[in-house]
């Protein structure tokens, strides 16, 4: 950061740097589509989302322009933040996710609950060992950054960048707790898709029957069929004004909030209520569950959540170049707070699995959900059969639903558990 401050950066226009980063998304998400074995062989180590947080913080880090210092921050996650998790939540199907409540909500309850819990007790057991590395001071504290780790883990990145704002770590933590999060979720992950093609002998362990999944399978695969059309321009029209409408609802009912806590309640910043960005996620959170009761619901037909995955994306490469590529290095102790973390949400999805003999498939979707958000959740349905994506992308809207919250909780009893 120092360093930032004193070497002039290279490329100063907005405008310009603007041009860098989405050429980036595009060179990614090309590439990524590209069908070769040793390109998709490259995407399986390096997923697209990485590159997308680490080739804009890699020019950061060489000085190309001044990330930490740049206006664009601001606009990402001011506008582009609200908007997608708007588009996101639009969709959530309070009745389809009460359908599911007795297996798949059960697992990703219980999933939610392995994330909540597993942080604070992976925290607390590093602090035994080695107070250090969940120690820190200031932006520093390493609770902060931890907790937006719980924001992707229980939601996913748009929930993780609004606690960022809310939680305010330094970048340098910020930096590493990126590498944290794709190294583990995506080994976990990794595991899941392996036990996707044992599926039927992980039944057996479990003791299951599977046969409602091949019902479900059947159902949603004729309901996409009926559904799903071309999106037309009044349709991309309504998406963003539905989306920054929104956001700008939000922000207007926001920023009184805040600033009545903030005079009368000062008190309560402990817990980030005088935090006008916490009350605009919030308020753009209960705008979107309140569309979802409406025909607006029915944008997802045309790609409500894929626009949103589009703003999501153009947000993310914001994020990224506030990032030190150095500062990963600074605290490797931190991929072990991580696989704690992970292993105990794994094991009380196992228990939970067990008793109740769930099948394999509920478990990875009811995970998945969790740790990866909609994106990682679809790829986990699709590889036991494609048309049980939407029970991944259902899951995960209200994970994004609920993720600032639950993170936010989880971030204040880690807070509890860290060294004094």
Known sequence: MKDTQIIEPLITNNTVIVGIL??????????????N????????????????????????????????????????????????LILFILNLDIKEMWGLRKRAGLMFITGTIGVLLGGPLAVWLTSLVAPQIVGGIGPDEVWRGLGTLAGSWIGGSANQVALKEILQPSSSLFSSIIAVDVFVAYSWMALLLYGAG????????????????????????????????????????LMLSIAFAGTGLATFLAEP???YITQHHPQLETFSLTNTFF???LFATIIAIGLSFTPARKLENVGASKMGTALLYMLIVTIGMQMDILAI??????????ILWISFHALLLFIVAKIFKIPFFYYAVGSMSNIGGVASASVISAA????????GVILSVFGYAIGTYAGWLTAVLMQLASPV
């Open 22 to 35: 989405m050429a980036i998304l595009g060179v990614v998400f090309y590439t990524a589509s590209i069908n």
């Open 37 to 84: 074995k040793y390109i998709k062989g490259f995407y399986n180590v390096i997923p697209p989302l990485l590159l997308c947080y680490f080739l804009p913080g890699l020019l950061n880090t060489l000085h190309v322009f001044d990330g930490v210092n740049s206006p664009l921050t601001t606009i990402g996650s001011r506008y582009f933040l609200p908007a997608c």
């Open 198 to 237: 044992k599926s039927k002998m992980m039944d057996k362990f479990f003791k299951a029957d599977s046969r409602d999944v091949d019902e479900l399978m059947v159902k949603l695969e004729k309901k996409s069929k009926e559904n799903a059309k071309m999106p037309e321009t009044k349709d991309i029209i």
């Open 257 to 259: 909030v805040a600033a």
């Open 279 to 281: 009350w605009i996620i």
């Open 329 to 338: 290095l600074q605290n490797p102790g931190l991929f072990i707070v991580g």
């Open 384 to 391: 036991f059969h494609p048309s049980l994506i939407s029970v």
